[in-house]
């Protein structure tokens, strides 16, 4: 189930602020609109079914059950951590049956109470992204649990195994999926309407991601159809799935910024290593490009930190957008960023550092009443002529961005050394038309 992090807002001036103390007031008027709609939708869908659902014994116990399933699988998993930004678990496999077996009312509780327990026994973040990620699971529970119900009189008959009645649940499971995807990727597109519908939705690792909770929930399901010992025999299973799942997602979060995105120095240094050894053995060309944005401090005094950080996301996402998926593309540091382009000559490496100057330069931050713009400057180094091995090319490629500011930024710079006459000697500024 993909659900949201966030770390607390702190004003530049050290003064606290209304959007320090209510984090919700500093995004965007269209998103609070939206999570505050999401939210009030779901309160008035409790309040519906609760008073329209006749309360069982063996419907509160199986609730206990499931959710008690699910508090042991958080604090099995909770010395691990939790990754910022989005990540994701298999709570779906304690939450889809709630919203199979028990009347719809009952899905609406469920995240609230794991929510909670995330909250106080994992990591206490801003309160509203707990409280809307609470209302979009609960809001795709209990739409999936109407609408099995009005399919299927009796869920117990899950127990049976026959066809038609599993046929609803596979399908009440793709639509729980769907929703709670869809609800999030609305609100997350809000938040930043520059990332792209696909990056929110869907890629290979999430499509299998959702497969396997899908398998999860329904299967938690069946089992309890039979008898709700058979949770004993589900939660190490799916405690052992969540804790690989965790793993995997902190170690791929310790290789990347947790602003941009992007490969963190040390990550980038191990891939840009191998890429050059593999670069020496094939006798292969390659470039390396280190990139500074231009004035940044400027932005951070006359704009405040949150939007250094906006222009820094936005910059990291354009150079994703324009270089190739195995060009390797890391945050060097600060406003630098620095760029391997494996198979690429100087001539390429300096039309790629002009369109990424070019685009760049072209892009707008929008920030109250203004919009905030920026420059490049880069410096273009490659492998073999302006040195064999990682060091020496951010050298030569350093002291080239050094020569682009001092030449008046806004421009690329290669070094002294040339491969060819048809580039520019002596670190003379490229060309360029901005």
């Known amino acids: 189930m993909a659900v949201t992090s966030h770390a607390s807002i702190k004003s530049r001036d050290g003064v606290s602020t209304l959007a320090d103390r209510w984090p919700l007031l500093g995004q965007r008027r269209p998103l609070v609109?939206?999570?505050?709609?999401?939210?009030?939708?779901?309160?008035?869908?409790?309040?519906m079914f609760a008073a329209s659902t006749v309360f069982y014994w063996r419907d509160a116990l199986t609730f206990g059950a499931l959710m008690g399933c699910g508090a042991v699988c958080i604090e099995a998993t909770r010395r691990l951590g939790v990754p910022a930004?989005?990540?994701?678990?298999?709570?779906?496999?304690?939450w889809l049956p709630v919203a199979l077996l028990l009347p719809p009312v009952y899905a609406l509780f469920a995240p609230i109470v794991l929510q909670i327990l995330l909250q106080v026994r994992v990591r206490a973040t801003v309160l509203y992204r707990r409280v809307f990620s609470s209302a979009a699971i609960g809001l795709a529970g209990c739409t999936a649990s109407f609408l099995f119900h009005r399919f299927v009189d009796d869920p117990w008959v899950l127990s049976r195994g026959t066809g038609p009645p599993i046929l609803f649940v596979v399908a009440a499971a793709v639509l729980f999926s769907l929703l709670n995807i869809g609800l999030i990727a609305i609100a997350a597109h809000m938040e930043d309407p520059?990332?792209?519908?696909?990056?929110l939705l869907w890629n290979r690792e999430s499509v299998l991601l959702d497969i396997v909770e899908l398998?999860?929930?329904?299967?938690v399901s069946i089992g309890c159809g039979l008898n709700l010992g058979w949770l004993v025999l589900a939660l190490p299973p799916v405690v052992l799935l969540q804790r690989s799942l965790l793993h995997a997602q902190l170690q791929a979060a310790a290789r990347t910024d947790a602003k941009t995105g992007l490969l963190n120095a040390a990550a980038w240094q191990r891939e840009a290593d191998t890429e050059i050894v593999r670069a020496r053995r094939n006798g292969d060309s390659l470039a390396l490009l280190i990139i500074d944005i231009d004035h940044f401090?400027?932005?951070n005094d006359a704009h405040g930190h949150l939007v250094g950080d906006q222009v820094l996301v936005g910059v990291a996402s354009m150079l994703r957008g324009q270089l190739r998926?195995?060009?390797?593309?890391g945050r060097f540091g600060g406003e630098e960023?620095?760029?391997?382009?494996p198979g690429t000559d100087i001539d390429e490496a300096r039309l790629v550092a002009e369109r990424l100057r070019i685009r760049i330069g072209r892009m707008a931050i929008p920030v109250d009443d203004t919009l905030v713009r920026v420059t490049i400057s880069a410096?273009?180094?490659?492998?073999?002529?302006?040195?064999?091995?990682?060091?020496?090319l951010l050298t030569a490629a350093d002291l080239a961005l050094y020569r682009a500011k001092e030449l008046g930024r806004d421009r690329i710079c290669i070094p002294a050394v040339q491969p060819s006459s048809s580039s520019p000697p002596d670190g003379r500024p490229l060309p360029s038309d901005g």
């Open 33 to 47: 609109v939206y999570l505050c709609a999401i939210v009030a939708l779901d309160l008035a869908a409790i309040m």
């Open 85 to 94: 930004g989005v990540s994701r678990d298999l709570l779906s496999a304690w």
């Open 194 to 199: 520059e990332t792209a519908w696909r990056d």
């Open 215 to 219: 398998c999860l929930g329904v299967t």
């Open 297 to 299: 401090k400027r932005v």
């Open 325 to 329: 998926e195995y060009d390797v593309v």
């Open 337 to 341: 960023f620095v760029v391997l382009l």
């Open 379 to 392: 410096g273009v180094a490659l492998l073999n002529v302006h040195g064999d091995d990682l060091i020496d």
